[in-house]
Every structure is written in C-alpha cells, then in structure tokens.
C-alpha cells in the first residue's frame, strides 16, 4: 500500500550530555520516511530543501526505497534549519534556533502521480501547508495521521484545528497535549482533543511510553528501557514513522491493529535514540528490527489468573 510523507527535510545541530554536532540530516519527514522504509517499500515524499543540501542524502534516502521526486530543491535558498539542546534528563529540551528558510514560502505541490496514496502522514510542518497537501488528494486517504509540535501551536493554532479537525490520528507529546487542551490530567486532555475531531489520539511520553486513545479506549505502550539513549531527535517523528509504515504493510486500521503499529513505533524510536540524528536508522537489517520487536513483546508480556 502506498504512503505519502510530507513534512520537513533538515538541517539540525544537536546537543547533547554526550556531545555536540555540526549541520547534520534532519527533518521530521527525514525520519519517517527512514522508519516507515522498515515496513513499506511505497514510500513517496513530499518537502523542500535549499540549494546548500547535500545530495548525498537523497541517495540514502532512495536506497531506502523513498521515492524524492517530491522533493522540491530551491538552488538559491537554504534548507530548514533547527538547532536544539537537551537537558541532562533527555527528557526536556531547549530549541536553539528555527530558520525556516526556505520553508518561509514553500508552496507543497503533491506531483500528480503521488495524489491517490492509501495513507498519508502529515509530519511536522506549519499546519496550513499540511492543509494544502491534504486538499490536493484525489480521494481521501484510508487513514491520515498528523504530527505536529509546541512551535505551532504557539503559532498557528487556528490553522492547526482546523487541519486537526480532518485527520483520523493526531500524534503529540505530553507537554503538547496540555498545551493544546488546557488540561493537566492527560485522560481529560485527550477528550478534550478527540472532541476537535481526530478519531484517535497518540500521546508520546518520551522514555514513559506513548498513549494511544479514542472516546472509548485506551492502550498503553512502554518505551524499552535502554541503557543509554545518546539523543532523542526525531526519536517522536521515527515512532510515527513506524506506526504508519507498519499500518501501510498490514493494511487493517482496526483499533486492535493500532495496537500493534504502536509497538512497531516504539521499537523503531528505540533505535533512534541510540545514535546521534539519523545516523542508526540507516540500514537497520530486518533481523534487528525482529529482535528489537520481540523486545517488546517480552517486555510486556505476563500471565494472570483471576479466581474468585
Ligand atoms: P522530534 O525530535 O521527533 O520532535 O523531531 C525533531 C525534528 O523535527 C528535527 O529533525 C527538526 O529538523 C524538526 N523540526 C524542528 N522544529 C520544527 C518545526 N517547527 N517544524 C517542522 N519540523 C521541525
């Protein structure tokens, strides 16, 4: 089945505890295309970058079996650029710096043959050109997941409701939810967003795990706990990408099937956060990603009994 990623192609300087790096690979869209490549092999992208991104990245991309003929390249302009610090928990972080580049007039035109995907991931973005893409689809999508962040709710808050009000899946951090439903308690803080119009809500908790809700149920998935976790960027944008890849592979958006995505989201996160950017998302074998699957299989799984 085919997906569609739209979404940031970057240029990212990352601290952290464990060190600090120049201009390397980033974007939101960047990493979920990596992830989903574990699962799918449809994958389509949709970004922009400048004249100063270094093709090299598209041939990593491609080997990943992305096709970037969506990928805008303006010669004469410079590419996104994010720069962001990491507290000693890994858990907080502190956004250095935002160049929007030449994401500041980016007009996303999905080509012609991309317009009909079966799903569509809407990676982090200013909400109105998420908006764009969504109405240039042929038909609407089987599901439409959404990812957004702080920054735009910040921002742009009357064009993310409204783009959040047509998506099937909304994927936010905690810190976000609370932000965007003025609520502390997160069970209250995901009615409050499902009442906005996505039929599900995906809260991620960093190292605690992610959420997954609708008006009725909810699932909890651990994140593995790992030694060490070297840098968490793009760790929320890989488990989207996994969770959506994994979704495109088993064709079935039951609830019960969202379950699973989620577990396939969190084991791809999990490689992300080992290594610096992307750097550990690229060429993952499928025997590691199995063994880091049944990871957590075992990690939750038990046996009880309940006798009256
Ligand atoms: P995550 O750690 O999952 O939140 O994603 C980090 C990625 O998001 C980095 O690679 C950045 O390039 C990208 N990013 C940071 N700020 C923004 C923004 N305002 N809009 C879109 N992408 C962003």
Known sequence: MSLLVVGTVAYDAIETPFGKTDKILGGAATYIS????????????????????????????????????GIQIKENEKTFFWAGKYHIDMNTRDTLDTQLNVLADFN?????????????????????????????????????????????????????????????????????????????????AAQKILDLGPKYLIIKKGEHGALLFNKEQVFFAPALPLEEVFDPTGAG???????????????????????RAIIFGSATASFCVEKFGTERLIGLSQEEVDERVQEFINLVQFDISLVD
């Open 34 to 69: 990596l992830a989903a490549s574990y699962f799918t092999k449809n994958i389509n992208l949709v970004s922009v970058v400048g004249g100063d991104f270094d093709k090299k990245y598209l041939e990593i991309l491609k080997k990943h079996h992305v096709n970037t003929d």
């Open 108 to 188: 996303p035109i999905v080509p012609d043959n991309m317009r009909n995907p079966d799903f569509l991931m809407l990676g982090n973005l200013m909400p109105s050109l998420q908006m764009k893409v969504l109405n240039q689809m042929k038909e609407r999508p089987k599901l439409v997941v959404l990812d957004t962040m702080n920054f735009w709710i910040e921002v742009a808050i009357e064009d993310l409701l409204k783009v959040i009000s047509r998506v099937d899946v909304l994927t936010i951090n905690d810190e976000e939810a609370r932000l965007l439903s003025n609520e502390y308690s997160l069970v209250k």
């Open 237 to 259: 944008d890989s488990f989207a990408g996994g969770f959506i890849g994994y979704l495109a592979q088993t064709k079935d958006i039951s609830f019960e099937n969202l379950k």
